[in-house]
């Protein structure tokens, strides 16, 4: 079955959306949009697509056209993913889906209306560690969790470089660009967050309007804690995670193996697969797209929300110094 697919946004993420279609036979990528003219030209050419266009209406119009990807700046997902979903077509939109719980409820009643798919970008759900250890947490390898947490650290020198990645209009703040990755993790590991609390402050990073620092706590379901560490201040740089249960410890980063310890507390390194999470991420949507339904693990609209609904949650609690519970 040969799929049309079309992608909003030619920048780095975009072109790695391009690249997960041209591995996949299925795709057949049909168009390219972009505000810049230049962006949207170089994608066609480079990529040998037939259609490209700085207008996203004459993109969504292309007769045929079953899935996009949406992958464009984060303010911009509210009006570009209903557009999508108007027409029926099926859409992978970037993280985070949005910048409220509100818009992101409105982007899912959208797709709803139409029954198109709404799925989003919570790429590290395919890479092979965290889908190793996703694994492990529901066989009963790691026994019940009850502590996990993220270090993440650096200067973040990609977001900041980009026109919209200095102002928390257009961002959403470190928080909400960068952790809902990682929030999206610890969730789809250990349960839902009921309770979040967190300190967030603008140190060091100039020409921002956002937190350069920020840690938050969690309570998840069943009384399991956890914490992330995030900032852009690190010159180091450092992230990996850490996941305990009553049975085994396991600590890994994004890519490349895991460390194992159970009881005994002899540690054991674990290869894990080079599949290209991205590669996989774009597999799964069109596999969804075949079955008219969300495939797992793709994260559907409401898991978009659920992990917005607890950096809401980390919002208020760096705002009222109290512990916030997460509604949505």
Request: net charge positive; aromatic share 10%; charged share 20%.
């Given at each position: 079955m040969s799929i049309n697919v079309a992608v909003i946004g030619c920048g780095g993420m975009g072109r790695g959306h391009l690249n997960g279609y041209q591995a996949d036979p299925r795709a057949r990528i049909v168009g390219v949009a972009d505000l810049s003219e230049e962006a949207a030209r170089k994608a066609a050419s480079d990529y040998g697509v037939p259609?490209?266009?700085?207008?996203i209406n004459a993109l969504l119009d292309l007769p045929g056209l079953q899935a996009v990807s949406?992958?464009?700046p984060n303010h911009t997902h509210i009006d570009v993913t209903p557009m999508a979903a108007a027409r029926g077509i099926h859409t992978l939109c970037e993280k985070p889906l949005a910048l409220s719980v509100e818009d992101a409820r409105k982007m899912i009643d959208?797709?709803?209306?139409?029954?198109?798919?709404?799925?989003v970008?919570?790429?590290?759900?395919?890479?092979?560690p965290v889908a190793e250890v996703f694994r492990m947490a529901r066989s009963g390898e790691l026994g019940r969790v009850v502590n996990s947490y993220v270090l993440r650290m650096g200067t973040a020198s990609a977001f900041l470089a980009l026109s919209w990645g200095r102002e928390a209009r257009t961002l959403g703040g470190l928080v909400r660009t960068l952790n809902c990755h990682e929030i999206d993790v610890l969730r789809w590991i250990s349960g839902e967050i009921t309770h979040v609390g967190a300190e967030m402050a603008h140190l060091m990073v100039e020409g921002i309007d956002y937190e350069d620092v920020a840690w938050m706590t969690f309570t998840f379901e069943g009384g399991a804690l956890g914490l992330i560490g995030q900032n852009i201040v690190h010159y180091l740089g450092n992230?990996?995670?850490e996941v305990m249960g009553t049975e085994a410890t396991v600590r890994f980063r994004t890519s490349g193996p895991i460390t194992v310890a159970g009881r005994d507390r002899k540690s054991?390194?674990?290869?894990?697969?080079?599949?290209v999470a991205v590669h996989e991420q774009i597999r799964c949507f069109l596999d969804s797209v075949e079955a008219g339904q969300i495939v797992a693990p793709l994260a559907d609209g409401m898991e978009g929300l659920k992990g917005l609904a607890v950096i809401d949650a980390a919002y208020r609690s760096a705002e009222t110094g109290m512990k916030e519970r997460v509604v949505w």
């Open positions: 259609f490209h266009t700085t207008d949406v992958v464009t959208a797709a709803s209306r139409t029954k198109a798919i709404l799925a970008g919570h790429v590290l759900r395919f890479a092979p992230h990996y995670y054991v390194e674990r290869p894990t697969s080079d599949k």
